[in-house]
């Protein structure tokens, strides 16, 4: 109904808008500082230019890919975002199951609100990956992967872009704790959102599903857990320990890209965390192109970032990246309507890959090169 009539993305966005609560929805939406990193990751997807060829034959578009050596239903990855379960009360399940469905990996967050175990017990037919925040403690990040790796997870995506908490200013202007209570939305907003307030408090409580005790302030509980002394030595450490592929997420320099090549990473992802760590960082879409002409002989790159649509995503396939990490697009629809909304959002952006590849003239996604795109 509500979820068919969503035309795209952003459609899923108004609604996730008028269904989850004010300070739900902005932790999602929003970003670092002044959100000049996410306007600009968002804004360079509208600076591509197609270059479409005509009379082509283009009555199939396949959009399968093979990533890290195993095929995809299309280059696309669910990225790994925290609290799930704030933004529905079925949270990583759900987006694990649609993950699953549509034959894309899903990776679960170390600030994950469900265990690795769970996540699998509910999509076991599906890919999933583990996201790596190296904490303080270098036995419970051992725990960590010795627990993914429990639960089937073969993909291991090390985060390296958050030494310390970035300021999400919406975050703290809302004053938002960790987990939610009504004191920061207030009875009057817990009036405007009915649905979601009955669902938050009948649903298990909101809490990590990894770490004990943490402070119930973001900022808290990211410098708590996270540690601002990780350095590339403790990456050859997490690669010593992996045997499964290894991707490091949060590259930003090509000259980092190299070195973490010759560490024999599987895969970079360029990225800036979705403007929400350093803000006025590059842009991915941009940097894209040096890096997989640096490194892409040597290490699959994928790209995210301000990808919202297929146009996007073969946008950024076209410029070189393996598949790119999706993150708000699944949320909103999360919060628009749970686990059909993660359906449609994956829905969406799977007919509109398929008709850009076919407007552009390009028989599926292993068509897409340089060729197709100019950045404006
Ligand atoms: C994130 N992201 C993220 N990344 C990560 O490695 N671990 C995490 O726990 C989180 N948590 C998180 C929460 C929320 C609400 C968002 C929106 C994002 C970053 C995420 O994996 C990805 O890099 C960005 O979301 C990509 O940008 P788009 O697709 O949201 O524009």
Request: charged share 25%; with cysteine; net charge positive.
């Amino acid at each position: 109904r509500r979820l068919a009539r969503a035309a795209d993305v952003a459609d899923l966005r108004r609604l996730a808008a008028r269904r989850a609560p004010r300070v739900v929805f902005d932790y999602v939406d929003g970003a670092a500082e002044g959100e000049v990193s996410l306007a600009r990751s968002v804004e360079a997807f509208g600076r591509v230019e197609f270059r479409p060829r005509v009379l082509r034959d283009v009555a199939q578009a396949p959009t399968a890919v093979e990533i890290l050596g195993r095929q995809i239903g299309m280059p696309v990855v669910l990225a790994p975002t925290g609290f799930t379960r704030m933004m529905h009360r079925e949270g990583e399940r759900a987006v694990a199951r649609a993950a699953a469905r549509a034959s894309v990996p899903y990776t679960l967050s170390t600030m994950g609100t469900t265990t690795a175990a769970d996540v699998a017990a509910a999509a076991p037919g599906g890919w999933n990956w583990f996201q790596l925040y190296v904490v303080r403690d270098r036995g419970r990040t051992r725990e960590s992967l010795r627990l993914a790796r429990a639960a089937g997870m073969d993909v291991l995506v090390v985060t390296v872009d958050v030494p310390v908490a970035g300021a999400r200013l919406r975050d703290v202007r809302h004053g938002m704790t960790m987990p939610p209570s009504l004191r920061w939305g207030g009875v009057l907003r817990a009036v405007g959102r009915p649905a979601w307030w009955f669902d938050f408090l009948t649903s298990e409580p909101l809490r990590f599903a990894t770490v004990e005790g943490a402070p119930d302030d973001l900022a808290g509980i990211t410098n708590l857990l996270f540690d601002p002394t990780v350095t590339m030595r403790d990456l050859s450490w997490i690669r010593s320990e992996w045997e499964g592929p290894l991707l490091v997420k949060g590259v930003q320099r090509v000259d980092d890209a190299k070195e973490l090549a010759t560490l024999g990473v599987d895969g970079v992802v360029v990225s800036n965390h979705g403007g929400r760590q350093l803000d006025r960082s590059p842009t991915p879409l941009e940097l894209l192109p040096e890096v997989v002409a640096a490194v892409g002989d040597r290490t699959e790159v994928f790209l995210d970032g301000g990808v919202r649509s297929g146009a996007d995503v073969a946008a950024a396939v076209a410029l070189g990246a393996r598949a790119c990490f999706v993150g708000r697009a699944y949320l909103y629809g999360l919060m628009a309507g749970g686990e059909p909304g993660v359906d449609r959002a994956l829905q969406l952006i799977h007919a509109e890959l398929v008709r850009t590849l076919q407007l552009l003239g390009v028989g599926g996604v292993a068509g897409l090169n340089q060729d197709a795109v100019h950045l404006r």
